[in-house]
């Protein structure tokens, strides 16, 4: 378990904490279904979404699956947040300069030991000094080196000079789904919630609370899906269309209510009919539109 709170506003850390807010909003998932799908608990994600908590490597790893995003670049940011994280990334230089500068007691003014003990410390001085300044600019080398490759492997046009690199990072996943196979599932788990991919049907719609709602489709998966944002807790929305089972998503905590939450997917091969609803937790009644 990592320690908590001292390094938390370091960069890397907090770019990383808003990264795994990223991902978590797009798949969609509730803290209680991530902590039922990965091997960490519900508080344990709670932490690590905050910042209060650097994520282990392998929560980082378990979140990118769920949202179908290659872990390269988020690996490479985890391993800068561990070096801020625990301090190592500064401590080496300041640890050294403390040895490599400590002297003897007994340099007095007007001691001949002193005197006699100057003259034979100067070659070892002049030594001294030197292996300091290589362990010190060895020290610095490695960190600058580690931290170059790693914001290299992080920046998004890291690499813009390599034609496979890019070719692998642009292309898009392969759905897991099409159509009737993919309702009541997961969009982004499915991979079909690839930015690149999806396009909106029609225009956002603003309900009487403040939440927009909007209807997603994926031509690669023939596939749709709702998706609200500006919610409370306790909102739900349902997607659905003639002759297809109705899809439905709550807001089950405040991560729900501070990103997007979508519902499972739909068949999309027909959306003739499709409606949306929104219910807002406070009362009142539902709140539908057809595409």
């Given at each position: 378990?990592?320690?908590?709170?001292?390094?938390?506003?370091?960069?890397?850390?907090m770019?990383?904490?808003?990264?795994?807010?990223?991902?978590?909003?797009?798949?969609?998932?509730?803290?209680?279904?991530?902590?039922?799908?990965?091997?960490?608990s519900?508080?344990?994600?709670?932490?690590?979404?905050?910042?209060?908590?650097?994520?282990p490597?392998?929560?980082?790893?378990?979140?990118?699956?769920?949202?179908?995003?290659?872990?390269?670049?988020?690996?490479?940011?985890?391993?800068?947040?561990?070096?801020?994280?625990?301090?190592?990334?500064?401590?080496a230089?300041?640890?050294?300069?403390?040895?490599?500068?400590?002297?003897?007691?007994?340099?007095?003014?007007?001691?001949?030991?002193?005197?006699?003990?100057?003259?034979?410390?100067?070659?070892?001085?002049?030594?001294?000094?030197?292996?300091?300044?290589?362990?010190?600019?060895?020290?610095?080398?490695?960190a600058?080196?580690?931290?170059?490759?790693?914001?290299?492997?992080?920046?998004?046009?890291?690499?813009?000079?390599?034609?496979?690199?890019?070719?692998?990072?642009?292309?898009?996943?392969?759905?897991?789904?099409?159509?009737?196979?993919?309702?009541?599932?997961?969009?982004?788990?499915?991979?079909?919630?690839n930015?690149?991919?999806?396009?909106?049907?029609?225009?956002?719609?603003?309900?009487?609370?403040?939440?927009?709602?909007?209807?997603?489709?994926?031509?690669?998966?023939?596939?749709?899906?709702?998706?609200?944002?500006?919610?409370?807790?306790?909102?739900?929305l349902?997607?659905?269309?003639?002759?297809?089972?109705?899809?439905?998503?709550?807001?089950?905590?405040?991560?729900?209510a501070?990103?997007?939450?979508?519902?499972?997917?739909i068949?999309?091969?027909?959306?003739?009919?499709?409606?949306?609803?929104?219910?807002?937790?406070?009362?009142?009644?539902p709140?539908?539109?057809?595409?």
């Amino acid at each position: 378990m990592k320690g908590s709170a001292p390094h938390a506003t370091t960069p890397a850390c907090m770019r990383l904490a808003g990264e795994l807010r990223e991902l978590r909003a797009r798949t969609g998932l509730s803290l209680a279904v991530l902590a039922e799908r990965t091997p960490y608990s519900k508080s344990s994600w709670d932490r690590y979404l905050n910042g209060k908590q650097l994520a282990p490597r392998q929560a980082v790893e378990a979140l990118c699956a769920l949202a179908t995003e290659p872990p390269g670049r988020l690996m490479a940011l985890w391993d800068l947040a561990d070096l801020e994280w625990s301090g190592r990334a500064r401590s080496a230089a300041p640890s050294v300069i403390a040895k490599e500068t400590a002297r003897p007691r007994n340099h007095r003014p007007g001691n001949r030991a002193a005197t006699a003990d100057r003259a034979e410390q100067r070659p070892r001085k002049r030594t001294t000094v030197g292996r300091r300044g290589a362990v010190i600019a060895a020290a610095c080398a490695v960190a600058v080196g580690v931290a170059a490759a790693v914001w290299a492997a992080v920046l998004p046009d890291a690499g813009a000079g390599d034609p496979v690199r890019q070719a692998a990072l642009s292309a898009p996943p392969s759905p897991g789904c099409r159509a009737r196979g993919c309702a009541g599932k997961d969009p982004g788990l499915m991979g079909c919630g690839n930015p690149t991919q999806v396009r909106a049907l029609g225009a956002p719609r603003r309900t009487s609370t403040g939440a927009w709602t909007e209807i997603r489709y994926n031509p690669a998966c023939d596939a749709a899906w709702a998706r609200v944002w500006h919610t409370h807790i306790g909102d739900a929305l349902e997607v659905s269309a003639p002759g297809g089972k109705p899809q439905r998503a709550e807001v089950a905590d405040k991560y729900d209510a501070e990103g997007y939450l979508f519902t499972p997917m739909i068949d999309g091969s027909d959306l003739t009919g499709l409606r949306v609803c929104f219910e807002p937790g406070g009362g009142g009644g539902p709140e539908c539109f057809r595409r």
